[in-house]
């Protein structure tokens, strides 16, 4: 889990992991917090167990904490590497889940907003529609025939991140990586599925969302279809 200023919210979250997952290893990947989010969790590890805490020196990208935290998890030899937000918006109870679609042979397992089944509670409305279709937007533009390409909860193979999606050379920062891992991974034939939740806003801390990451994400879907279309073209081309 990504965090920055996340002190009212990481201890719930690691204990409702606890709870729901006991078997999993919790890995924090810290901004350099000035609230004390990354001492507080490794408060808990004594208490709690298999909680490790990877300090960066600042904000350096929320796809860069993901790139940092992948390549740790698998380092210390996760084979489902799983994301989830600290805000409290992402239920624990749905970790096994996804964790029990890996292990049934998807690559990926999404906590999705968009299907049956899906809810997104006390979300303003101009944050829902933004959301919504945003979505349908990467989705429709790139042909993802996914309904919740943005969202932030979701289980990955491991060997998959590394062999089908090369993870550590995704480019985009905010939330567009999950856009362009998500590509990657439709385009490189991987399965994946999508598993209903209940998103709920965050009620304590701050939102990281700005204009600017919506402006990153749009920008980043229009150059990953150009790539598509070259990709395409190129290979007509080879085809005589």
Same mark, same amino acid.
């Given at each position: 889990?990504?965090?920055?200023?996340?002190?009212?919210?990481?201890?719930?979250?690691?204990?409702?992991?606890?709870? !729901?997952?006991?078997?999993?290893?919790?890995?924090?990947?810290?901004?350099?917090?000035?609230? #004390?989010?990354a001492?507080?969790?490794?408060?808990? %590890?004594?208490?709690?167990?298999?909680? @490790?805490?990877?300090?960066?020196? #600042?904000?350096?990208?929320?796809?860069?904490?993901?790139?940092?935290?992948?390549?740790?998890?698998?380092?210390?030899?996760? *084979?489902?590497?799983?994301?989830?937000?600290?805000?409290?918006?992402?239920?624990?109870?749905?970790? $096994? %889940?996804?964790?029990?679609? &890996?292990? !049934? #042979?998807?690559?990926? /397992? &999404?906590?999705?907003r968009?299907?049956?089944?899906?809810? @997104? *509670?006390?979300?303003?409305?101009?944050?829902?529609?933004?959301?919504?279709?945003?979505?349908?937007? /990467?989705?429709?533009?790139?042909?993802?025939?996914?309904?919740? %390409? @943005?969202?932030?909860?979701?289980?990955?193979?491991?060997?998959?991140? &590394?062999?089908?999606?090369?993870?550590?050379?995704?480019?985009?920062?905010?939330? #567009?990586?999950?856009? *362009?891992? @998500? !590509?990657?991974?439709?385009?490189?034939?991987?399965? =994946?599925?999508?598993? $209903?939740?209940?998103?709920r806003?965050?009620?304590?801390?701050?939102?990281?969302?700005s204009?600017? =990451?919506?402006?990153? %994400?749009?920008?980043?879907?229009?150059?990953?279809?150009?790539?598509?279309?070259?990709?395409?073209?190129?290979?007509?081309?080879?085809g005589g």
């Amino acid at each position: 889990m990504p965090t920055y200023n996340e002190a009212d919210n990481i201890e719930a979250l690691c204990r409702l992991i606890r709870l !729901h997952a006991p078997g999993v290893g919790i890995l924090v990947v810290d901004d350099n917090s000035p609230d #004390g989010t990354a001492k507080i969790a490794e408060g808990l %590890a004594a208490e709690l167990g298999d909680i @490790t805490v990877l300090r960066r020196p #600042g904000k350096l990208g929320l796809g860069a904490a993901y790139r940092a935290g992948i390549r740790a998890a698998i380092d210390a030899g996760a *084979e489902i590497c799983i994301q989830i937000d600290a805000d409290l918006s992402h239920d624990p109870v749905v970790i $096994p %889940a996804l964790i029990s679609a &890996v292990e !049934h #042979g998807v690559d990926l /397992a &999404v906590g999705s907003r968009y299907v049956p089944g899906g809810i @997104t *509670e006390n979300w303003p409305r101009k944050r829902r529609w933004l959301s919504r279709w945003g979505n349908r937007y /990467a989705s429709g533009v790139l042909g993802l025939a996914i309904n919740d %390409a @943005t969202a932030g909860f979701r289980a990955y193979r491991s060997s998959a991140l &590394v062999d089908k999606m090369h993870f550590e050379t995704v480019k985009a920062d905010g939330y #567009g990586f999950q856009v *362009e891992m @998500t !590509h990657r991974l439709v385009r490189s034939g991987g399965k =994946i599925v999508e598993i $209903p939740i209940t998103f709920r806003d965050r009620t304590a801390g701050q939102s990281k969302m700005s204009q600017n =990451i919506v402006q990153e %994400a749009l920008v980043m879907v229009l150059k990953l279809w150009i790539d598509d279309r070259r990709g395409r073209r190129q290979r007509r081309i080879q085809g005589g």
